[in-house]
């Protein structure tokens, strides 16, 4: 299935990166996780998954996407033998990569976003959309499979939430009378993980957006189910965030990597 990722925002809160690293101009998903950018590991998870038809959806910070990917550098993740000056790659990432850079506008929101790629789509009823700046090791076949059995025209997976805050009940005097941390509370929150039929585009106004708007009518329709990871599950909104992953990968915890033990793909 064609996998849709959503690449074009500003990343307001993402206000640093590494010492000596500015992010002025870098889009959030170009953050780096270890030697490669937060896009890239959303990626090659999908490909774990036989998921290599990428449409991104270009918007603040493009050039910085197109450039990457341009001038990509295998030897930063696979091996190679270095003879006479010349490299020789042993293995590598993308080359059964196919990537469609299409720009779509600058401060869309995510729906129009998704419109304005829909004839890239070259009319499939099934695709897969995604944040590109989420990392988790869902299961993504199983979460397709349980879509494809349920009849439903979307599914988005849904986590735990994530919030360290805490809701506190008052009583009719203003007394305290508990105090709950979120992350305890029977709720659910929009992990980014979409799989989508055409059907989407049925509600999906123009500047619309794909949560409130489409999302929400098709479950207004019972048509949206979801599918509840309890796994691993972690966003980089932020700079603390990312630094978390980045850390992450550096001790060597790295559960979103499902990929660890595929094949290396021969040059």
Not at 39 to 57: N, P, Q
Not at 240 to 264: F, H, I, N, T, Y
């Amino acid at each position: 299935m064609k996998v849709v990722l959503f690449c074009g925002g500003f990343g307001m809160r993402m206000r640093e990166g590494r010492p000596g690293e500015s992010t002025v101009e870098i889009p959030k998903p170009m953050q780096m996780v270890g030697p490669r950018p937060l896009l890239w590991h959303v990626m090659r998870y999908y490909a774990h998954f036989g998921h290599t038809e990428f449409i991104l959806c270009l918007g603040y910070g493009a050039q910085a996407i197109k450039d990457y990917f341009l001038h990509y550098e295998e030897t930063a993740s696979n091996d190679f033998v270095l003879r006479g000056g010349q490299v020789e790659l042993l293995s590598t990432d993308i080359s059964a990569w196919t990537i469609k850079f299409v720009h779509t506008g600058t401060a869309s929101p995510i729906g129009e976003r998704l419109r304005r790629v829909r004839s890239h789509l070259d009319g499939d009823e099934m695709f897969l959309a995604n944040y590109a700046d989420v990392l988790s090791d869902a299961p993504l076949d199983v979460m397709i499979d349980q879509f494809k059995n349920s009849g439903a025209a979307a599914s988005m997976t849904v986590v735990p939430p994530q919030s360290s805050f805490h809701c506190v009940d008052l009583g009719a005097d203003g007394n305290v009378t508990s105090i709950t941390p979120v992350s305890r509370l029977p709720l659910w929150e929009n992990g980014g993980y979409f799989v989508l039929t055409q059907e989407v585009f049925d509600h999906l106004p123009e500047n619309g957006d794909l949560v409130e708007d489409a999302c929400g009518a098709l479950a207004a329709q019972g048509r949206l189910m979801a599918y509840r990871h309890e796994g691993f599950w972690k966003p980089a909104d932020t700079f603390k965030e990312r630094a978390e992953l980045d850390a992450a990968w550096a001790s060597g915890d790295r559960p979103w990597m499902v990929w660890r033990d595929d094949k290396p793909i021969p040059v």
